[in-house]
């Protein structure tokens, strides 16, 4: 309603410092809108019973003080906007409530004026608290960290914490930072972060992420990331920026929204012309402003923003990362999934169930030739082949992996293949690989030499709750299907344990890629993979979900949907969700569009008087902002759980987001691959920066010499918060509307 881009100056801490965004009010009475229409309120019944006792002067002079207070709240972010040149809904509002005064109308003046500030403040106050629950995650980071330096053990802020150091976790206590534990066997309770309550066994060499509890014995950690560059804090910038990106639901409420704000000026202009020309002017007049009121798309404006961030901040909180408005208008689109095997519908923790070998070659000799060109893999069946094969390992020499199907390379002179069955020959061993491909194994043959020596196999165990995550699926109205490069019998049998039917096996990742078209069949399809191997399947999906992605950077940038836990029901939860936030979106919108429709010609032909009007498109206005709250809600699945919604201190240096969810003056800047981080003070870390994100739109914003210096790229990086800070977020503004801009500025699309 007023002007989120160049409005009022942003709220400050006590210590001058610019507030972050979920520094807003905590409760609904502390939202300064509230309060100045609660004041208006009272001086207007103040005012009217003042007028009933018979001091009619009086009572008119109070309804009028009513009428500017309730006015406060919008009018002069309105002039500032028209010194600007920029109109919007708050100018519509403006000039309807002046009007109102000027033809004798107080007390619907000031009641317009009231319910306004009320709505823009329920407004204000519920982004302000899924911010709020979002940036909670940041509390689980404690207030101080223990590290030992020469065998002493000192206590220090998470932002002193340097990499290399060597952090202390007691029993119970929560990790600061992410680190790799070097001393020590435990349980970790992530569950505020990956929505999952069963702890996770952990030792030596294990990675461990903050905000994880440690829940048996004492650990030494090795820090390697600072606070501010930790997972925890890299998952509330990231849905801080999703939220801020349009999706395709917001664009057509701005398409059309954009456009009435001009539209509405010239309707009630010619209301007011023409009828005075048949009637009363005074009347057609009256009539011309209350269509101003009628026709605001004030609802419109905030149908899908305020969705997009309820939805988003919740599916947060319950260990999946949707990367924007767009993702989530698709992902409540998807009717089919196509799921990769590995590390997907399975446990990602293969393990060596058989070695057969030629004659002359024992098991320990094959392993260590597989091991030798594996030694440098992350694949999950590279970590099989060198848990079975023992610490002493030499790695081979040369090493190139062949996409799709194996490693070739030299040890000690003697080249070394290893690979799948049809890349690379069975020759003796053809029997044995068709057995132990019938149990289920995935087999890969060692070469020495062009020599087939063994076979290894390989079995990745299905995941428990796989078959009721795709019977979950399958209850939404979703087909399912596999895609592995795995042979076809070892698929069949993974899929008949999982209920799976549509099977596709023995696939390069190109051909993932180019088989979605053909499964989707016309329809929306995800592809569910690691977010590495299977990369161009999920470029090409409708939507990329990564599974297990907490930690992994490629997983958490490639794909448009990050689930941070192992647990498969993840996925039949947040598309679940999206559906039903998808459709509040669109009940919002139909919302809107009716209430305008229906009010303009009732107030065009006075069938509905200043009053009526302003009562029914506030009450309208509430109804959106009170569905879109419920985006906000999830109910978590049996086994899962939601990260903690309770604010608490902020321990850790976080940059705010820099963009202003739905900002129609100044769009963001296009993400850069490479940033530059502001001047901290000394003895500071650097605050944590955006992640490029994929698809992110370019922007640009208008120049000092338009008459808005609130988007230059300047201003904007050193004082991201500018017009996030104290709770400001996405307003009435989406449809303010320029003139003068040059042709060139750039909109964000």
Same mark, same amino acid.
């Given at each position: 309603m007023s002007d989120a881009c160049c409005g009022p100056a942003p709220t400050t801490n006590p210590d001058g410092a610019v507030a972050e965004p979920d520094h807003g009010p905590e409760r609904w009475w502390q939202v300064r809108e509230l309060q100045l229409a609660a004041a208006a309120a009272v001086l207007l019944g103040a005012g009217w019973l003042i007028g009933r006792a018979g001091a009619d002067t009086a009572g008119t002079a109070v309804e009028l003080l009513?009428? !500017?207070? @309730?006015?406060?709240?919008?009018?002069? *972010?309105? =002039?500032?906007?028209?010194? $600007?040149?920029?109109?919007?809904? /708050?100018? %519509?509002?403006?000039? @309807?409530?002046?009007?109102?005064?000027? %033809?004798?109308?107080?007390?619907?003046?000031?009641? %317009? *004026?009231? =319910?306004?500030?009320?709505?823009e403040g329920l407004e204000h106050y519920a982004v302000t608290r899924t911010r709020r629950g979002l940036r909670a995650l940041l509390s689980l980071v404690p207030p101080t960290a223990t590290i030992l330096r020469e065998g002493t053990e000192f206590s220090?802020?998470?932002?002193?914490?340097a990499l290399g150091d060597r952090m202390l976790l007691r029993p119970g206590e929560r990790a600061a930072t992410d680190g790799i534990i070097r001393t020590g066997r435990t349980s970790l309770d992530v569950s505020a972060i990956t929505g999952e309550s069963v702890p996770v066994e952990a030792g030596p060499g294990d990675e461990l992420h903050a905000g994880a509890i440690n829940g048996g014995g004492a650990i030494e950690v090795e820090v390697t990331a600072r606070a501010a560059d930790s997972s925890l804090a890299r998952i509330v910038h990231i849905v801080e920026e999703a939220q801020d990106r349009k999706g395709a639901g917001q664009r057509l409420a701005d398409t059309i929204a954009r456009p009435l704000v001009p539209a509405i000026m010239i309707l009630a202009a010619l209301v007011a012309g023409l009828g005075s020309l048949l009637g009363d002017p005074m009347l057609w007049i009256e009539r011309a402003l209350v269509v101003l009121v009628a026709a605001s798309p004030c609802a419109l404006a905030i149908a899908v923003p305020l969705t997009v961030v309820a939805a988003i901040g919740a599916s947060s909180r319950h260990g999946a990362l949707i990367k924007g408005g767009a993702a989530l208008e698709e992902l409540g689109r998807i009717?089919?999934?196509? %799921?990769?095997?590995?590390?997907?519908?399975?446990?990602?923790?293969?393990?060596?169930?058989?070695t057969v070998t030629v004659p002359g070659v024992d098991d320990a000799g094959a392993l260590a030739a597989a091991a030798a060109l594996e030694a440098r893999s992350e694949h999950p069946l590279a970590q099989a082949i060198l848990t079975a094969a023992g610490p002493d390992i030499t790695p081979a020499?040369?090493?190139?992996? !062949?996409?799709? $199907? /194996? =490693? $070739? *390379?030299?040890?000690?002179?003697?080249?070394l293949r290893l690979g799948k069955p049809g890349w690379i020959n069975p020759g003796p061993l053809a029997d044995q690989v068709a057995r132990l491909q019938g149990e289920g194994a995935t087999v890969v043959l060692v070469e020495q030499d062009a020599t087939v020596i063994a076979a290894i196999a390989v079995?990745?165990?299905?995941?428990?709750?796989?078959?009721?995550?795709?019977?979950?699926?399958?209850?939404?109205?979703?087909?399912?299907?596999?895609l592995t490069g795995d042979n076809d019998r070892t698929a069949h049998s993974l899929a008949a344990e999982a209920g799976i039917t549509a099977v596709h096996a023995e696939l390069l990742p190109e051909d993932k890629a180019a088989l979605l078209p053909t499964l989707a069949g016309g329809?929306?399809?995800?592809?569910?993979g690691d977010g590495i191997n299977d990369a161009?399947?999920?470029?090409?999906?409708?939507?990329?979900?990564?599974?297990?992605?907490?930690?992994?950077?490629v997983a958490i940038e490639t794909a448009d949907v990050a689930l941070m836990g192992e647990d498969l029901r993840h996925l039949p939860q947040v598309l679940a969700h999206a559906r039903r936030a998808r459709t509040i979106m669109l009940q919002n919108i139909g919302l809107s569009l009716a209430i305008i429709g229906i009010l303009i010609p009732l107030a065009a032909t006075g069938v509905l008087g200043l009053a009526t009007v302003v009562f029914i498109h506030e009450l309208a206005e509430v109804l959106v902002i009170g569905n879109a709250i419920r985006a906000a809600r999830a109910t978590p699945l049996p086994g899962l759980t939601a990260a903690p919604t309770t604010t608490g201190a902020v321990h850790v240096s976080v940059a705010a987001s820099e963009h202003v969810l739905g900002d129609a003056c100044c769009p963001p800047a296009a993400a850069s691959a490479q940033r530059t981080a502001p001047a901290e003070p000394a003895g500071r870390t650097p605050t944590l920066l955006p992640l490029t994100m994929p698809n992110s739109a370019a922007g640009g914003g208008q120049s000092a010499e338009d008459g808005c210096d609130c988007c230059q790229s300047s201003s904007a990086a050193a004082d991201p918060p500018s017009s996030a800070a104290g709770g400001r977020t996405a307003r009435k503004t989406d449809i303010e509307v320029s003139w003068g801009l040059r042709s060139d500025t750039p909109r964000q699309q």
């Open positions: 009513a009428a !500017v207070v @309730a006015g406060a709240t919008f009018i002069p *972010g309105t =002039l500032r906007n028209l010194r $600007h040149r920029r109109i919007g809904v /708050g100018t %519509l509002m403006t000039i @309807a409530a002046i009007g109102a005064v000027a %033809l004798g109308q107080i007390p619907e003046a000031a009641m %317009l *004026g009231i =319910l306004f500030s009320i709505a220090v802020a998470p932002d002193e914490l009717r089919v999934v196509a %799921l990769d095997k590995t590390g997907t519908l399975t446990r990602n923790t293969p393990q060596v169930i058989a020499d040369d090493v190139t992996a !062949v996409a799709g $199907h /194996g =490693l $070739h *390379g030299t040890l000690a002179g003697i080249g079995r990745d165990e299905l995941r428990p709750e796989a078959p009721e995550a795709i019977a979950r699926l399958r209850g939404l109205g979703i087909d399912v299907a596999m329809r929306k399809i995800a592809m569910v161009p399947a999920l470029a090409t999906a409708n939507i990329g979900i990564a599974m297990g992605a907490m930690g992994t950077d």
